[in-house]
């Protein structure tokens, strides 16, 4: 037989074991010094008790008979609980039948022995007021300090209000039996329900209950200080409550009025307050007791639920007590249905410190309350749906293959709008930003300069001279901060010959003769204010000799040119080239989409492939082409202001089965192993749930 506990003790002193238990438990006790030791220990106190319960009566008695009755002002005879519950004292006789059981006590009616323990007995009975049933727990003796616990448990239990916490109805006196009325639970202790069969999540779930009556009661400000399986009741409907708020103490309050319960000494100094096996250290020791000790003894039962064992081993008190102090906590079991996580969990709140133990029951019941199988049923779910997509791989050009198309097609429409409208915003900002030009006053002397030579006056070298200083307030601060303004364009000036005066991409360069430049020379001739754009090769040979773009480099720049004319004269040559590149970014919708601007000569900037650009078709229409075993749907469009260029776009439309040689066996093969993953894992998490 397993040592007896000291509940098992209690009850055998009390004499509320059957005929057969105590047979069994007198039988252990003759082969068990320990056991011996500890009986030994309980009738010792329970001596020491009753000791000082007649030494109280005793000088109750000869100060009665001194006084004549009579109490001094301010005595302290009773304390106030005592009071409060004897005032309470119903005046209705309690009913004993022939047997010598209660059949009535005050207002209550029809009482039913459901048990005993070592301090009181409960009945079911009736209460006719209320028309309800109620649950009874009586003193066995007569004694003011077990009412004043027991009022004390009836205040404690009182103060919480949660679905998980015994409902307590009323106490007080009878006759000269202390009660409490409190819900009748049809059902069993959560020890008793543990004994039948359920799975780790049923467990958690029911544990989980009771730690919620548990922080319930903490958040009033209550510790229970002996939590166990017996403590909590299984109803019929399911629903588990907590019960037995005898040991409970009163947190340290704030001083709000209404905010404490008086802490009485319901033990004698240095005693330990609780069970044994599931006390916590700081109970052993008489340390500071608060919220984390019932944390450590709801760890305890439900380790205990968990592995069918304590936590901690140990055949005598003492031997428990520096167990538990040491947190020497027993290996879990071979093949145990446990997951390390939860086991994670439960060793936390059976630290030794209360420090390393979760911070309140609340956190703890966080954690239980989480999906421990979260991992194994994301990795279900993600490997399945891996396994999904490479089925729909399987499937893609047959599936999906048509709307992708037509989604790219619609990309195609939107990236020409877009192009047209940056195109049109480009010619706007040239527009605008030659207006400013022109008015610039450097602007308005070249517009004003004049060649004395082509009247017959002055000499070549004079107008050079004149020249030299046209070119030296161009560069001058003013008019290079202007440049600088519209960067990364490049601004250039020239005068009513077509002699380059300024360009902002070599300020050194100046006199070049920029005639033979494509497109100048119909606007030198010109007799209005005109404005062409138009694309440029950058390397071009004409361009390059001029120095306009500072040292030749590859690549396409879109040129805008404007006369400044007055009276019907071209006054001066306003330029301002801008890099292709920059105008497809401006153009960009998405990054699948590739771009190129390509020149009449077949130049092209941008992303597109040159084969796919080459493959484009010259009416506008949307091809499939196949460069390198990818398939690519592509369109070419004419831009409105640059009739020599043209916007190609190109969008890749190959699913991934098209990688390499005999990707759909791969892609099959890879779906299979998803699957049966998926499967894996799924099955891992039923198990972990307890499923």
Known sequence: ???????????????????SE???AIGHLDG????????????RDTARDVARETLANTAARLDELTTGGSQPPGSMGKSALAETALASRDSSQNVVDSAGGLTKLGRYTGL????????????????????????LKLLKRPDEELTERLVREARAMAKVSHPNVVQVYDVGVAGDSTYIAMELVEGVTLRAWGKQSHTVAEIVEAYAAAGRGLAAAHAAGIIHRDFKPDNCLVGADGRIRVTDFGLAAAQMSDGSPGSSMPDL?????????????????EQFTGGNVDSRTDQFNFSVALYEALYGERPFAGKSFEQLGDNVCEGKVRPG????????ALRGIVLRGLAAKPGDRYPSMDLMLADLGRDRARAWRRTATVTALVGVALGLGLVADLAVRDRVAAQVRESFANTRRQTDRAFELLRNKFDAMSNLAYLSPATQAVSAHYDN????????????????????LLVSTDWVDFARKISPDVLAVADRKGRLLYTSAALDVWNKDLISVPGIQPLIGSSNNTAIMQLVRNDDPVLAQTRLLGAPHDGLSVMFVRTLAYQGSVNALYLQIADAESLLRDIRLDDRTLLALVSADGRHVGEAPGEVIAAAPADGSTAEVVVDGDTYLVRAQPVGDLPSARVVMAREIDSVLALFPHARVVFALAMFVAFMTASGCAFRARQIAGA
């Open 112 to 135: 039913e022995k459901l048990g005993q323990g070592a301090m009181g007995v409960v009945y079911r009975a009736d209460d006719p007021d209320l028309g309800r049933k109620v649950a």
């Open 333 to 340: 079991p071979a093949r145990t249905r446990v997951s390390r």
């Open 32 to 43: 068990c010094p320990d056991c011996r030791t500890l009986l030994g220990t309980l009738a």
């Open 453 to 472: 030579a082509d009247f017959g006056l002055g000499s070549a070298d004079a107008d050079n001279a004149e020249l030299a200083d046209l070119h030296q």
């Open 265 to 281: 000494a319901l033990t004698s100094a240095g005693s330990v307050m609780g069970t044994p096996a599931y006390m916590a250290p």
């Open 1 to 19: 037989m397993e040592c007896l506990d000291a509940n098992s003790v209690q009850d055998l002193m009390s004499g509320s074991l059957s005929e």
């Open 22 to 24: 105590r047979s069994l």
